[in-house]
């Protein structure tokens, strides 16, 4: 069976600080790998996808960056956090010829 | 420019009785849609989905409808139970430049009232 990690689980950083979200799957191979985020109150919005390693597309301009060192991990960067990048940050994962993605628990971030 | 629409940001209905949660998208190359129901800082759970050739699937206590002709579906929980109080997202399918994307309605917020 598969399974798909997310950490940390919370975060609180300051205006400025670099981020790093970590995002694991077990128990599949070559998997689309996605990053969305929740805001407050509101639905979820793609952010990056990958469809295999080192294959990066943004979604939407912003200041965050992705990236797929290996074909199970996915990571989600930013050089410098604004108090917009607050949030609920998701990873998830689809099997290739399936539709349906399944989600990690979520990282709550929170800039100060 | 939102394809996915959930127009009721809350519902409340009555233990043992019946939960109508509907969706609706602009999108005609949709071809699959998807029900997921989340907790608060979870991540949302897969419940119950169906393919744009197929009007009704049935899970259990879940069944979705879909209209193709009003672009229009629906989620019915049938009896609601209080484990069942979450927001539920609805999401359509399409492939794009070669990956499949999902995307999401804004969530209604589902209370059962015992």
């Known amino acids: 069976s598969q399974t798909i990690h997310q950490w940390p689980a919370t975060l609180v950083q300051p205006v400025g600080s670099p981020l790093s979200l970590e995002c694991t799957v077990e128990?599949?191979?070559?998997?689309?790998l996605y990053w969305y985020r929740q805001a407050a109150g509101r639905g979820l919005q793609l952010l990056f996808y990958?469809?295999?390693?080192?294959?990066i597309s943004s979604e939407v301009p912003q200041n965050l960056s992705a990236s797929r060192p290996q074909d199970r991990q996915f990571i989600l960067s930013s050089k410098k956090l604004l108090l917009s990048d607050s949030g609920f940050y998701l990873c998830?994962?689809?099997?290739?010829?399936?539709?349906?993605?399944?989600f990690g628990p979520g990282t709550r971030l929170t800039v100060t | 420019d939102q394809q996915v629409k959930q127009n009721s940001p809350s519902l409340s209905v009555q233990e043992g009785r019946i939960s109508i949660l509907n969706c609706d998208y602009t999108?005609?190359?949709?071809?699959?849609f998807l029900w997921y129901k989340k907790y608060p800082a979870e991540g949302p759970t897969f419940l119950i989905s169906?393919?744009?050739?197929?009007d009704k699937n049935e899970d259990g206590r879940f069944t979705v409808f879909l209209n193709k002709s009003a672009k229009h579906l629906s989620l019915h929980i049938v009896p609601s139970q209080p484990g069942d109080s979450a927001v539920y997202f609805c999401?359509?399918?399409?492939?794009?430049?070669?990956?499949?994307?999902?995307?999401f309605g804004q969530g209604t917020r589902l209370t059962i009232n015992p």
């Open positions: 169906i393919s744009s050739i197929k």
């Open positions: 990958s469809v295999g390693i080192g294959q």
């Open positions: 128990g599949t191979s070559n998997p689309n």
């Open positions: 999401a359509a399918s399409a492939r794009i430049q070669g990956a499949q994307k999902l995307v």
């Open positions: 999108n005609s190359m949709f071809d699959y």
């Open positions: 998830a994962y689809l099997r290739d010829g399936f539709y349906e993605q399944y």
